[in-house]
């Protein structure tokens, strides 16, 4: 494993890095827009670093089907946040969520550190967008659906193994358009492209993306598959569940965690740290 650089950090082999969700969207899934407005998406990042997020990754649409949210609506909700945010903590990698390269082009140049390309290289522009302003880019497997849909019936002849491929075809990619290998990411992107089976199945083999050599990303805070896996659970009780399959995730080789709740992730990865008798 190589150290992982994005903007101003470091996270060498064996430290994990939290990265903390900000919504700027009216609609989304966990705080149905509780840090829609401006002032409480800045309020959300200040308890999200004292909280011991690395990174804040900030969204401006809603993953979801919903609303139409175009290009510009989306870089009003996320630009001048990027920027605040730059401004108020030097330090922080922040990371926006976007598959757009007209938006990634322009919080690159308001201080984002790292393009969170969720539904996976459906802009094939964003990776050069990275290369061009010396970013980091999260490339991840959405099985190859179209932004803010649910596929029906998706179906692998190995999820793994497609997730694998497609990840790392994507990561080479970036490589290839200039994005300096050490600040690029794998994601797995749980729920996206899949059904609960296929995010168990990835949760269970992560240890196999791993295995890649690049660093791996892990989003599961409050998923459907988590709530689905306990019984069907609503939103608001599959803490206890995120926290679970962080940590599953961390003794497979996972090293950065998108979150909703910082504190909580840094408390039970340090935990896991403590556990590993590697890291003692």
């Given at each position: ?218 989003a599961v805070s409050n998923k ?40 909580s992730a840094r408390t039970a990865l340090a935990e896991v ?8």
């Amino acid at each position: 494993m190589s150290t992982l650089r994005l903007g101003r950090r470091e996270f060498p082999p064996g430290e994990y890095a939290i990265m903390a969700v900000v919504n700027r969207t009216p609609d989304s899934f966990y705080d149905k827009g509780r840090t829609y407005g401006f002032d409480a998406a800045m309020r959300a990042v200040d308890t999200a670093v004292a909280g011991g997020a690395d990174i804040v990754d900030i969204g401006g649409v809603k993953a979801g089907p919903g609303d139409e949210v175009d290009a510009q609506e989306e870089i009003r909700r996320v630009a001048d946040l990027v920027a605040a945010v730059r401004e108020r903590h030097p330090g922080l990698v922040i990371s926006v969520d976007t598959w757009r390269a007209e938006v990634g082009e322009v919080v690159a140049a308001a201080g984002a550190d790292l393009l969170n390309d969720t539904w996976g290289g459906v802009d094939p522009g964003l990776a050069e967008v990275a290369a061009r302003h010396g970013i980091g880019l999260v490339c991840a497997h959405a099985g190859r659906v179209t932004p803010r849909t649910r596929p029906h019936r998706i179906a692998y002849d190995d999820v793994v193994a497609d997730v694998i491929a497609y990840t790392t075809e994507l990561a080479e990619r970036a490589v290839a358009a200039g994005v300096a290998r050490e600040a690029i990411l794998i994601d797995p992107a749980h729920d996206f492209g899949k059904n609960t089976f296929h995010s168990l199945e990835v949760s269970r083999r992560l240890d196999e993306m791993a295995a890649t050599g690049w660093p791996v990303l892990v989003a599961v805070s409050n998923k459907d598959f988590v709530g689905e896996t306990l019984g069907g659970l609503p939103v608001d009780q599959r803490h206890a569940g995120t926290i679970a399959t962080l940590a599953v995730s961390a003794l497979q080789g996972a090293r950065v965690f998108r979150v909703h709740d910082a504190a909580s992730a840094r408390t039970a990865l340090a935990e896991v740290t403590r556990l590993l008798p590697e890291r003692r």
